[in-house]
């Protein structure tokens, strides 16, 4: 009876060390690897984007050091602002978005950019664009009659 006890006391020592080092693992994640899940918590007001910075003046902006850009964007029903862009190759590019109206979709495919653009909030990615070309970027959430049209490009130019 007394070696169950033990039996048992040993897995709930077991059992709780395993959940702390869970949840150590999740805290160094977080506070010194520095790994956040994108949690849309930057709010903005999607019926004032017309006089909201960064959003009343979508495009794409130099940002920091040579070949750093900043592509502030807005998504509405049915098109992307900016709908074309050019950046010179090897550029890194830091997407800051939101919707004005209802939710769309950010995908530039072969490459990891992949967002859910969601009205009231701002969601941002960064991709490095290493390879010239041009990338078509499309909305990949159904939302409303031009959904398959919304979409426009990115062009990375060859440096010379
Ligand atoms: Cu915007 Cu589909």
Redesign the pocket.
């Given at each position: 009876m007394s070696d169950i006890d033990r039996l048992e006391r040993v897995w709930i020592f077991i059992s709780a060390g395993i959940l702390a080092l869970l949840a150590a693992a999740v805290v160094y994640a977080a506070f010194g690897l520095d790994i956040h899940v994108p949690s849309g918590m930057d709010v903005v007001n999607a019926r004032e984007l017309n006089s909201t910075p960064p959003f009343d003046q979508p495009g794409l902006y130099p940002d920091g050091p040579p070949g750093h850009y900043r592509a502030v964007m807005v998504?509405h029903?049915?098109a992307f602002e900016p709908k074309e862009m050019r950046v010179p190759s090897g550029s890194t590019v830091h997407f800051v978005m939101t919707s004005k109206d209802?939710?769309?979709?950010f995908r530039i495919p072969n490459t990891t950019v992949n967002l859910k653009?969601v009205p009231g909030h701002v969601i941002e990615t960064t991709h490095r664009f290493t390879k010239p070309g041009t990338y078509h970027f499309f909305?990949?959430?159904?939302?409303?009659a031009?959904?398959?049209v919304?979409g426009g490009e990115l062009i990375v130019e060859p440096n010379s």
């Open positions: 998504a029903a049915f209802v939710i769309h979709g653009v909305c990949h959430e159904y939302c409303g031009g959904h398959h919304m």
